[in-house]
């Protein structure tokens, strides 16, 4: 049995996550159980950095009792305003969590004036 | 007969009534609902568990992303499977802001009652990507045999 709709799609569920800024570097955390390295795909188009990944379809091959988790396939949008960088992306998925760090940009930080 | 937490009914309020009903609702289709029902008194989280049969094992998965392997504790006693441990989070400094938070840490722990012709001499777990997936044996007389029937 494949859990897909009824148009023929996995289903797409959209993950929990959490943002947090720390001196200059903002943590992205989604949380993606079941997804391995190969089946990630990070991506940025335009202002979009779209995250999705598959998660491994080793559980069907029986019958449910409980059927519980929902999540067959993660899709997950952020949109990047103009003071991150682009190029500087960072992204690590351990136990299920992957995390990205971006960077913002010199510019848009925000700059001491020393009095003279 | 299984403990089931006592629900009062208050005298009849319909907006009461239609609030209690959308809050059910809401949590119904939420796609990131931790079922939240396990113990009368010690109520802590549970995570959301698949339960699968085969031809000659069960399989129970549980989505724990972000979990220690080393924090995490299966054991089975008589038919019943416990899932325990802790998800840790990293401490927060004071400088940091937070601009959304969805996950959760803290302790969990569910348990399932596993059907009775479960071989529990033979149960093995393993935890890869954030899931935990417990592979139970069924007991010999449980599987399904193929009996050849000669036709003369």
Known sequence: MEAKDKTGNLRTVTPACSISEDEGLVTVKVEMPGVSKGALEIKIEGNELVVSGNRSPEAHRGHYILKERRAEAFKKFFTLDDSISRDDIDAALVD?????????????????IEIA | MDLVKWDSPAPMDLWEAFDGLRGELDRALDPFRIPSVAGLLDQTTAPAVDVLETEDEYLVMADLPGVDKHDLEVSVTGSLLSIKGNKKGERESEKRKIFRKETWIGSFSRTINLPAQIDAGKITAEFKDGVLTVHIAKREEAKTKLIAVAVE
Do not use: H, N, Y
């Not at chain 1, 299920?96 to 001491?112: C, D, F, Q």
């Open chain 1, 96 to 112: 299920g969590i992957l995390t990205l760090k971006l960077k913002v940009k010199e510019a848009a930080k925000p700059r001491r």
